[in-house]
């Protein structure tokens, strides 16, 4: 039987999330675990009379490429990557890893080096999404990977992710633009602002400058579930300390009490007690993995738990984050990298965030009316 929300949520992100036209190609990419979504896209993208191509991969290729690999297959971009990014219209990405620890013994030099080889793909998906020539959203399929790793029951778990996405309130679309409504006057107040300051009680106190960027609002149109403002950056201001607060995943290896040093922009010390070799690696990645590419606050409210998933933990009402290496070409950050890793920072925890000497987050709450909360 099939489950009713995935053909809500697939309805949301085909006319809400990347809202699709007549005519247009529609990309449908996830692992063969999430075909019950896939399929339900598909039929919602025929229905909004757009053309589907469905990329369906089995999750082990990542592994196998990554320990078969030469080192010239390894430094490959695929040109035909190029030329579906360059004809795509539209990009629906489904996460739903049935081992989120596949790739924990692969080479991290190995992931450093296909991540750089695949900068040519990202730079023209950025470039395009700036343009808004390609419309794209990332969603999770409720995995049963992912729920251990959340500490959650499959049906827990499901119920998280669609709660968290609003696909139990009765309009989940009228829902989004109540949320894009209030995140909007968050934007509208922080355009303009120049000096950006985090202090929280883990030892996190960071400045930087902001001068000339955009803060962005994400309302459900590219990252679903989502719930965040974003902005990046000048990229050699930034100084202080950034101590995250949960675990930091990437390519399913897990770092834990990441801190880091910046000094003009770049970070000049790093260590973590848990996959320090790891960090490091991606650090030395290429020239911008150093610099950070985004600032962010999490304005998500349905969220509340850390579930080692980047994609809702970052959103986390209450909590800011920040990216290291490639900032996103519509926020005016110019920091150009094959990497970009985003760690969190838990306000609820104690601490603030200050922007031109106002503090407008205080214990992960916000101090105006009108601004992020609970739906």
């Not at 009713?4 to 006319?15: D, E, F, S, T």
């Not at 399929?39 to 990329?55: D, I």
Request: glycine share 10%; hydrophobic share 35%.
């Amino acid at each position: 039987m099939r489950d009713p929300r995935l053909q809500k949520l697939a309805g949301v992100l085909v006319n809400y999330s990347v809202g699709v036209k007549k005519g247009q190609i529609v990309r449908i990419s996830g692992p063969p675990v999430s075909q019950p979504l896939i399929v339900a896209l598909y039929e919602k993208v025929l229905e909004a009379g757009g053309h589907p191509a469905v990329r369906m991969v089995p999750e082990e290729l990542n592994e196998i490429f990554l320990k078969k690999a030469s080192d010239e297959q390894l430094k490959f971009c695929n040109p035909i990557g190029l030329y579906e990014y360059e004809k795509l219209d539209c990009s629906i990405g489904i996460w739903a890893e049935e081992n989120t620890k596949a790739l924990t013994n692969c080479d991290p030099k190995k992931i450093g080096t296909t991540q750089a080889a695949r900068k040519p793909l990202m730079d023209l998906f950025m470039k395009r999404a700036a343009e808004g020539s390609l419309r794209w959203v990332g969603t999770q399929y409720p995995s049963q990977a992912c729920a251990q790793d959340g500490e959650m029951s499959e049906a827990e778990y499901e119920d998280f992710v669609f709660s968290a996405g609003l696909i139990d309130k009765p309009d989940p679309v009228a829902a989004w633009k109540l949320v894009s409504e209030r995140q909007q006057r968050l934007v509208d107040f922080l355009n303009g602002k120049t000096e950006y300051h985090v202090k929280s009680a883990n030892g996190t106190d960071v400045r930087m400058s902001l001068a000339g960027k955009t803060w962005i609002n994400c309302d459900g149109h590219e990252n679903f579930p989502d719930g965040e403002v974003f902005s990046g950056p000048v990229v050699e201001s930034v100084e202080g300390q950034i101590n995250f607060s949960f675990p930091a995943v990437h390519h399913g290896r897990e770092v834990q009490d990441v801190k880091l040093t910046f000094r003009n922009g770049k970070v000049v010390a790093a260590s973590a007690s848990k996959g320090e070799d790891f960090l490091i690696s991606m650090l030395d990645m290429d020239a911008g993995s150093r610099f950070l590419g985004e600032c962010a606050i999490g304005t998500n409210y349905d969220i509340q738990r850390y579930t080692r998933n980047t994609l809702f933990d970052e959103k986390i009402g209450g909590t800011c984050h920040f990216a290291l290496g490639a900032g996103y070409p519509e926020s005016g950050n110019t920091n150009q990298s094959g990497l970009h890793w985003d760690m969190v920072i838990d306000l609820r925890q104690g601490g603030y965030i200050e922007i031109d000497g106002m503090k407008i987050v205080i214990d992960g709450r916000f101090t105006k009316e009108g601004f992020p909360g609970p739906v």
